[in-house]
């Protein structure tokens, strides 16, 4: 069972990006997925989630406003929209999944994919 990330990339302050996580050896339409993040000298924290039908969505509040996620069930993925990206925003971003939605501890993490915002 496996979730793979991509997308990640260096981009200017302002710009955009997509990351994208498929998941493989395992359905995951019935699992709550999401997104993590850690910058270097930083904590692991929370980015954003969509529920297993795509109709509801938790965003940290650093995310609001400008990160979109979204899934597509057919194709066992899920994905994150960036926009207006910040220096801060820099991190290495992890995909998350789990049966239920916001546990405490997420039952399956993907390697990460590098985040770089240039100031």
């Known amino acids: 069972v496996q979730l793979q990330a991509s997308g990640g990339g260096l981009v200017q302050a302002g710009g955009s990006l997509r990351l994208s996580c498929l998941g493989s050896g395992r359905n995951f339409n019935n699992y709550a997925m999401g997104w993590f993040r850690q910058a270097p000298g930083k904590e692991r924290e929370f980015v954003a989630l969509i529920g297993w039908s795509g109709r509801t969505t938790y965003y940290a509040d650093s995310a609001k406003g400008r990160f979109t996620i979204s899934r597509d069930n057919a194709e066992n993925a899920v994905y994150l929209h960036m926009n207006s990206l910040k220096p801060e925003d820099t991190a290495v971003y992890y995909c998350?999944?789990?049966?239920?939605?916001?546990?405490?501890?997420?039952?399956?993490w993907g390697r990460g994919t590098q985040v770089t915002v240039s100031s």
């Open positions: 998350v999944a789990d049966r239920n939605t916001l546990p405490s501890q997420y039952e399956f």
